[in-house]
């Protein structure tokens, strides 16, 4: 089993910045985040492999960015100029080296004024 430790979420104005952060008991093949807003389906936000390749949701370009630090199993999400349209429960998403995936227990964000 793996344990994911979520933080960072809360609320914020429009125009805003906030850092989402993961850390894994143990280290992972690929790390990231998706997201789900009320009465829509979960959706890929970015995600960031053990050897740095990344990919982003067309929605978050150049205003998020996903990073990690292999030493602590860590993945960070650092996200900018945030729309009222990013309001949801962050899901940090984790895939081990056998492909196995798991799940955090999410973290609210807001964007409001």
């Known amino acids: 089993q793996v344990q994911l430790v979520e933080s960072g979420g809360g609320l914020v104005q429009p125009g805003g910045s906030l850092k989402l952060s993961c850390a894994a008991s143990?280290?992972?093949?690929?790390m990231g985040w998706y997201r789900q807003a009320p009465g829509k389906q979960r959706e890929l936000v970015a995600t960031?492999?053990?050897?740095?390749?990344?990919n982003y949701a067309d929605s978050v370009k150049e205003r998020f960015t996903i990073s990690r630090d292999n030493a602590k199993n860590t993945v960070y999400l650092q996200m900018n100029s945030l729309k009222p349209e990013d309001t949801a429960v962050y899901y940090c998403?984790?895939?081990?080296?056998?492909?196995?995936?798991?799940w955090g227990q999410g973290t609210q964000v807001t964007v409001s004024s």
């Open positions: 998403n984790v895939v081990d080296f056998g492909r196995s995936a798991y």
């Open positions: 143990r280290s992972m093949f690929s």
């Open positions: 960031i492999r053990n050897f740095g390749i990344t």
